[in-house]
């Protein structure tokens, strides 16, 4: 069974603060993919990034950076110099390699950007 | 617009009743999904589709849901008898199956259709 954590359920910082959103994992596949998607207030969920489990290398995109560390099952997300833009629910996920596999949401953490 | 898209976006309705809703995937992508979401939870895979084949079903979808997609396009999903506790969004997905080196093909949500049992 595969099973996503997101131990943060709400953070708030003022903006310009740097914030890190913790996901832990759980699954006996040794291939998988690792997600992260981002939920605003309007409802729609969009995505972020994708990771497959033999690429460990971390990434940045602009403010946003993931860190990958398959030893100890976790899958980061720094937003660096928040905006109150980024104030949304921001959404974990694993998959299983096969394409079209389902995904396996974590709970999601409510950050809150403030001014 | 070429996102997914679904209808109603809100939904409510008394115990009891029968509801149905309507997802339109993105055009080129043959896999279709659904997710139900509750409050402060994520969310939870129900159902997928290969062109109108329905390929996989959760546990969570009861015998009072049932999914189509007849033509391998528009998919519907409806709830008979409907129970307070099927109060929720119901999220649609779709994706391509286009297998490129084991390139995975992301699933594009839609804004989701939420529903209020009273």
Redesign the interface.
């Known amino acids: 069974a595969q099973k996503?954590t997101q131990a943060q359920t709400e953070i708030s910082v003022v903006e310009k603060e740097d914030v890190t959103l913790d996901c832990v994992y759980e699954t006996r596949d040794t291939t998988y993919?690792l997600f992260w998607?981002k939920q605003p207030p309007?409802?729609?969920?969009?995505?972020l990034i994708?990771r497959?489990s033999f690429d460990e290398q971390n990434e940045i995109s602009g403010r946003y950076s993931w860190n990958f560390q398959k030893s100890t099952s976790s899958f980061n997300f720094t937003i660096t110099a928040s905006q109150v833009v980024d104030s949304a629910v921001y959404?974990c996920?694993l998959?299983r390699?096969t394409?079209?596999s389902?995904?396996?949401?974590?709970?999601?953490t409510q950050l809150t950007v403030n001014p | 617009d070429t996102g997914v898209s679904q209808d109603p976006r809100h939904k409510i309705t008394k115990r009891g009743q029968n509801v149905t809703f309507r997802c339109d995937p993105i055009s080129e992508h043959n896999r279709l999904y659904w997710y139900r979401q509750t409050l402060g939870q994520g969310p939870e895979f129900l159902t997928y589709f290969q062109n109108e084949a329905q390929l996989e079903k959760s546990r969570l979808l009861s015998d009072r849901f049932s999914a189509e997609r007849p033509k391998g396009s528009f998919s519907t999903l409806e709830i008979q008898r409907t129970e307070q506790g099927d109060s929720a969004m119901y999220l649609c997905a779709s994706s391509q199956n286009v297998l490129r080196g084991g390139v995975y093909n992301e699933q594009f949500f839609g804004p989701g259709t939420r529903l209020t049992v009273l």
Do not use: D, K, M
């Open positions: 996503v993919y998607y309007s409802g729609e969920l969009v995505f994708r497959n959404f996920a998959s390699w394409s079209g389902r995904l396996t949401f974590g709970e999601g």
